[in-house]
């Protein structure tokens, strides 16, 4: 957690950390022909909030999702602007629609995904903060203007190592 006192912040749409970010791979993929990857941009993160909380603007292509996981030590919570996701968490599986809140607490293996035809948004809040530093590591910053690139082999080998480093960082 951030040792920063908060101090009163605005971030202006389309400000904070804009990034690419590789949800699960397919079984063969095959560089140029991969999923569009999903785009989270963190207007909140741990140094702005004391460590308080991360909120990121989720914006995810149909069929993409995480793959399963958990955090050990932050919570999740999904709040759905546009779209549908399937979300499977705790022995439960639910869709969380337009205007549908989930929480999912810290230690719960739990997948989710878009499973409309349409790109789908989220907001996301991670408490406390710093899951930003795990997705800059595994993903690539967004280049403004320009649409999310397809997944190549290269961003789920970054992906792998980045989740093996900050795996290893937590035990």
Do not use: C
Not at 5 to 19: D, F, M, N, R, S
Not at 88 to 95: E, N
Request: charged share 20%; hydrophobic share 35%; no cysteine.
């Amino acid at each position: 957690m951030s040792s920063n006192k908060p101090e009163v912040t605005h971030i202006p749409a389309g400000g904070g950390i804009a990034l690419w970010v590789p949800e699960e791979s397919p079984a063969v993929l095959v560089d140029g022909e991969g999923p569009v990857m999903s785009s989270y941009t963190f207007a909140a993160t741990a140094d702005l909030t004391g460590g308080s909380l991360s909120l990121v603007d989720t914006v995810v292509p149909p069929g993409n999702g995480p793959p399963r996981h958990a955090h050990a030590d932050e919570d999740e919570s999904f709040f759905v602007l546009e779209g549908s996701f399937e979300v499977r968490a705790g022995g439960k599986t639910f869709v969380i629609d337009k205007g549908d809140y989930a929480f999912i607490p810290r230690g719960t293996e739990h997948v989710w995904k878009n499973i409309g035809s349409e790109t789908a948004r989220m907001i996301r809040i991670y408490t406390p903060g710093g899951m930003e530093k795990f997705f800059s590591a595994i993903g690539r910053e967004a280049v403004p203007g320009e649409p999310a690139p397809r997944l190549t082999n290269k961003d789920v080998q970054r992906a792998v190592d980045g989740a093996e480093a900050h795996y290893a960082a937590k035990h």
